[in-house]
């Protein structure tokens, strides 16, 4: 059980969609919150409209991929809110290019922004939340990255969000013993700025705004559109997983079938094969003390 009463968070990529949902819900039940963002505009104006309905909030100015940026962004929230005990590290962006098409400033880009960019904030908030005796860490992940064979021509991105899964689950492990618990949240479809403001998030060192906007291919959801839900609708939910100290929090119900069948074909298919293969060759040759 997570206890959010008295506590004080950070929520990366909070000026817009499902980070501004967290910070607004967060703040309704009096939990101040800073907001770090590569669009400050949009921090700015989310975190006016939480203190104006009473609440506490600041928006920093927090380019992810940046390390510096991050620990400037703990000083100020440690400055403002003492211990950060809450790490929502949800900043993130997309795209949809051909792996043998990707520039490579994009490639970079959505690596550093949505893996390294998760790394990134929970290296630099850890320590602080150990020592104040421990908190809870969500990163926003994808159902991209947990069953990344759902959407075509999403590779690089599925590849970070997965990145995200694993990194966490580990991470898990080792923050047990310091009472931080740990969720990765895979939003299935949530409205929010990813369509219109996407192609703004690119920082200048990987080439700065692009000009065209998101190009989402057809085929990348032929077979089914998503559904998409409010940023203030989910909210609750993810906050519900951080008080019931769940792995994971999801939003899509039915996504479970997906799920249910990309892993259960990985274990009837690839884990039955290396069974009958050891039926009929016996176990690989053992090496005594190879490990
Ligand atoms: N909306 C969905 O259906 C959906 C589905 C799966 C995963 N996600 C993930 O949810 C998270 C939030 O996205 P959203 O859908 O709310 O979209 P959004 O565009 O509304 O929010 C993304 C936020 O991240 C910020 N951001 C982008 N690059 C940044 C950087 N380098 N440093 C700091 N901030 C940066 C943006 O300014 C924005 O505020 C992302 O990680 C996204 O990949 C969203």
Request: glycine letters at 10%.
């Amino acid at each position: 059980m997570t206890d959010i009463t008295g506590k004080a968070a950070v929520i990366t990529g909070g000026g817009t969609g499902i980070g501004m949902g967290l910070a607004k819900e967060l703040a309704r039940r009096g939990v101040p919150v800073a907001i770090g963002d590569i669009m400050i505009d949009n921090a700015r104006r989310t975190a006016a409209e939480i203190v104006a309905a009473g609440g506490r909030a600041i928006a920093v100015p927090c380019d992810v991929c940046e390390r510096a940026a991050i620990h400037a962004l703990r000083e100020e929230a440690e400055a403002a809110f003492g211990p950060i005990q809450l790490v929502f590290a949800n900043a993130g962006a997309t795209n949809f290019d051909r792996l043998a098409e990707i520039r490579d400033e994009d490639a970079d880009w959505i690596i550093q922004v949505n893996l390294m960019g998760v790394l990134n904030t929970a290296r630099a908030f850890l320590p602080g939340m150990i020592a104040a005796g421990g908190g809870h860490l969500v990163a926003t992940s994808s159902t991209a990255g947990l069953t990344p064979g759902s959407v075509p021509v999403h590779s690089v991105y599925s590849a970070a969000k997965m990145g995200i899964i694993g990194l966490m689950m580990n991470l898990s492990l080792e923050l047990r013993q310091h009472r931080i618990g740990v969720t990765t949240y895979c939003p299935g479809g949530v409205a929010s700025a990813l369509g219109d403001q996407n192609s703004l998030y690119r920082p200048q060192r990987f080439g700065g705004p692009k000009s065209e906007g998101l190009q989402v291919p057809e085929e990348s959801f032929q077979d089914a559109a998503p559904r998409f839900y409010s940023p203030e609708s989910v909210a609750p939910i993810v906050l519900e997983a951080v008080r019931r100290d769940r792995p994971f929090a999801f939003d899509h119900a039915e996504q479970r079938e997906t799920f249910r069948e990309t892993y259960s074909r990985v274990v009837e298919t690839c884990y039955d094969d290396i069974a009958a293969w050891e039926a009929e060759h016996g176990t690989p040759e053992l090496v005594e003390n190879a490990g």
